[in-house]
């Protein structure tokens, strides 16, 4: 089994950084946030495979986020930089206990356990 706890969401400034972090309890292969907007469907930003340390990220999150692991601790962390009022979303943890192929690491489906979600609003 794998616990997943998010933290470090909160109310920012267009323009301004968060720090999102997810400790893990478990071994986890694939790891990833997602993000879900009031009246949205939940929507993929970034995921990492160990592995390989092979990342992905949603093309509107590309060169403003920055995915990463510290090991020893078995956290994962999302560096939210240059925010914008679109990003605002509860942001979930994702793992997989699989090292996910490619094609499936955007997908809801492809990860067994979540997080309970850590809100980020950025205001204008």
């Known amino acids: 089994q794998v616990q997943l706890v998010e933290s470090g969401g909160g109310l920012v400034q267009a323009g301004g950084s968060l720090r999102l972090s997810c400790a893990a309890s478990?071994?986890?292969?694939?790891m990833a946030w997602f993000r879900q907007a009031p009246g949205n469907e939940r929507d993929f930003v970034a995921a990492?495979?160990?592995?390989?340390?092979?990342?992905y990220y949603k093309d509107s999150v590309k060169g403003r986020f920055t995915i990463s692991r510290d090991n020893a601790k078995n956290t994962l962390y999302l560096q939210m930089d240059s925010l914008r009022p679109e990003d605002t979303a509860i942001y979930y943890c994702?793992?997989?206990?699989?090292?996910?192929?490619?094609?499936?690491?955007?997908?809801?489906?492809?990860?067994?356990?979540w997080g309970q979600g850590t809100q980020v609003t950025v205001s204008s």
């Open positions: 990492v495979k160990w592995a390989n340390s092979n990342i």
């Open positions: 478990g071994r986890t292969a694939s």
């Open positions: 994702a793992a997989s206990r699989n090292t996910l192929i490619t094609s499936t690491v955007r997908r809801i489906e492809s990860y067994a356990y």
